[in-house]
C-alpha cells in the first residue's frame, strides 16, 4: 500500500533527464560552432537589422531545437532590456498536412505568445485570411520576429504534382518583409534531419528562401557521454554505478548518436531502478532499459499508426521483405506501387505519393527505417530510399495483426511476385 513516506528514489531532479527540458547554455555540449553560427546569423537583430534566413540540418537528436532555442532565449531576453519584443514562432510541421493548417498553427502559436484571440476560424476561411490575421498580430506586437519551422521536410501537403507546401511557405514567409506585409525584420529558420532538403524547393522559394546553412553532425559516444555527465545532478550523488554513463553513451552512439536517446536511456534506467526499489542504478538497468525501449518502440509505433500509416508501413517491409534482389533498401517509387496494390486489394482509400513518402519518412523518426535521397542519373529525378534496421517480416507479422490486413498477408506469393515485378520495372526504366 502506500504510504506516506514513499520509497526513496535515485533521482533528485529527474526533469533533468526529460528531453523537453530546457537546459542552461553551460549545460551545451560540442555544439560551439554551431552556437557561435546561428549568434552571429542572430545579431544583427539587435543592432536593428535584418538577420539571414537559416537552414538547420542533420540527423535527429543532434541538438537544432536546442541551440535555436537557446540564442532566440537570449535575444528575447537582450530586446526586452531595450524596450523591444523579438516574436519566436515556432511550430513542428510533422503533424501537420497542409498550408492552410500550418499558417492557422502560426496564428495560433503568436496569438497564444501576444495573449490574443486567435481571431480566424481554423476552416471555412482562406488561407490568404490567416495570413493576414498572422501578420497583422505580428504587425501589432512585435518589431522583429523569426519562424522557427521543426521538421520542415514532413509538410507536403496532400495535391499530388502541385508545389510542396514547404516550398510555399517558405516562399511567402521570407518575403513577407520585402512587401511590407510584415513591418518590423523578419526571418525564417528551418529545421530538417534531410541533408538535400533545399533540392526539392522550388526555384522562387528557393532564392526568397536563399538560408545559411548550418550543419549539426551525429554526437561519438565521448560527447554522449559528457552530455549525460552534465545531467548527472539529475540523480542523487552515489546513486550511479560507475560504468552507468559509459553504457549508455555506447548504446545511444550506435543508435546515430542521438542525444534524445540517451538521454531516454538514462531515465529509463534509473525508473527501472526506482521501480525495484533498488538504491544504485547499474549496468543492468541500463541493458534492460535498452531491450524494453528496442521492444516498446515497434510496438508502440504499430499499435498507434492510422490504418493508412499502417498499410504504408506495411507495402515498403512487404518490399524489403520480399525483394529478390540484394541489400534490402526500397525505392520510394516500388513501395508506393505496392501501397497503391495493396489499397487496392483492401479497397481502402489511396493516399498520394508524397503522402505516402511522409508517412514512411515519419517513421525515421523512430529509428525503424532510415532514408535517404538517390538521384535516377541524369535528368531522372530524384527519390527517397528506405531501409529497415530491423526485420521486415516481424514488422509485418506485427501490422497484420490488424484484422484488416490478413486477407493479404494470405496472399504471399502474390504480394511478392507483385514486389518484384514492380522493383524489375523500376531498375528497367
Ligand atoms: N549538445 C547537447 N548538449 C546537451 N544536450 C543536448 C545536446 N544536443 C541535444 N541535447 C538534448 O537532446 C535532446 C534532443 O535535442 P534536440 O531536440 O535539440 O534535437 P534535434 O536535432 O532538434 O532533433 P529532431 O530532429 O529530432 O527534432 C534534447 O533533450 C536536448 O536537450
Redesign the pocket.
Known amino acids: 500500500m502506500l504510504d506516506d513516506e514513499g520509497e526513496a528514489s535515485v533521482f533528485v531532479n529527474r526533469d533533468l533527464v526529460e ?3 530546457i ?1 542552461d547554455e553551460e ?5 560551439d560552432d554551431q552556437l557561435e553560427s546561428v549568434v552571429s546569423f542572430l545579431k544583427p537583430t539587435l543592432q536593428g537589422n535584418r538577420p539571414p534566413n537559416m537552414l538547420l540540418y ?10 535555436i532555442g537557446a540564442v532566440t532565449q537570449q535575444i528575447i531576453e537582450l530586446c526586452q532590456s531595450k524596450g523591444e519584443r523579438f516574436g519566436v514562432v515556432d511550430i513542428n510541421c510533422q503533424p501537420i498536412n497542409t498550408l492552410d493548417q500550418a499558417v492557422y498553427e502560426l496564428v495560433q502559436t503568436v496569438a497564444q505568445d501576444v495573449g490574443r484571440e486567435v481571431g480566424v476560424p481554423e476552416t471555412g476561411v482562406s488561407t490568404k485570411r490567416k495570413y493576414r490575421r498572422l501578420y497583422e498580430l505580428i504587425n501589432e506586437h512585435y518589431n522583429s520576429v523569426i519562424f522557427i519551422l ?2 520542415i521536410d514532413l509538410l507536403v501537403g496532400r495535391r499530388e504534382n502541385d508545389e510542396p507546401a514547404y516550398s510555399k511557405l517558405l516562399y511567402q514567409l521570407s518575403r513577407a518583409s520585402n512587401t511590407n506585409e510584415i513591418e518590423g525584420r523578419v526571418s525564417v529558420a528551418a ?1 530538417t ?1 534531410d541533408p538535400k532538403f533545399m533540392e526539392d524547393i522550388d526555384g522562387r522559394a528557393e532564392s526568397s528562401f536563399n538560408p545559411r546553412d548550418v550543419y ?1 553532425p551525429d ?1 561519438d559516444a565521448n ?1 554522449l557521454r559528457e ?1 549525460l555527465e ?1 545531467r548527472r545532478d539529475a540523480f542523487r550523488q552515489d546513486a550511479l554505478e560507475d560504468d552507468v554513463i559509459p553504457l549508455v553513451a555506447a548504446f545511444a552512439a550506435q543508435s546515430h548518436g542521438d ?2 536517446k540517451a ?1 531516454d536511456l538514462f531515465r529509463g534506467a534509473g525508473d527501472l531502478a526506482d521501480e525495484r526499489g533498488d538504491e544504485v542504478v547499474t549496468e543492468d538497468h541500463v541493458r534492460e532499459s535498452q531491450e524494453e525501449i528496442d521492444k516498446d518502440r515497434s510496438l508502440k509505433l504499430v499499435e498507434g499508426l492510422t490504418t493508412q500509416k499502417k498499410i504504408s508501413l506495411y507495402a515498403t517491409a512487404a518490399v524489403a521483405h520480399h525483394s529478390n534482389r540484394t541489400g534490402s533498401s526500397v525505392p520510394s517509387p516500388v513501395g508506393f506501387k505496392v501501397y497503391q496494390w495493396v489499397t487496392n486489394e483492401l479497397d481502402a482509400d489511396q493516399m498520394t505519393r508524397e503522402t505516402y513518402v511522409k508517412y514512411v519518412k515519419e517513421l525515421s ?1 523512430y529509428g525503424l527505417i532510415s532514408t535517404s535521397r538517390k538521384s535516377r542519373g541524369r535528368g531522372g529525378g530524384m527519390y527517397m530510399e528506405f531501409t529497415f534496421t530491423g526485420d521486415p517480416e516481424a514488422m509485418m507479422t506485427r501490422i497484420v495483426d490488424d484484422t484488416r490486413l490478413e486477407g493479404i498477408a494470405q496472399q504471399e506469393e502474390l504480394l511478392s511476385s507483385v514486389v518484384n515485378a514492380q522493383l524489375k520495372e523500376f531498375h528497367e526504366e
Do not use: C, H, M, W
Open positions: 528531453p523537453d527540458t537546459i549545460r551545451i555540449v560540442g555544439r542533420g540527423p535527429a537528436g543532434t541538438g537544432k531545437s536546442l541551440i521543426d521538421e529545421l534531419n549539426f554526437y560527447q552530455i552534465n542525444a534524445r538521454i523518426t
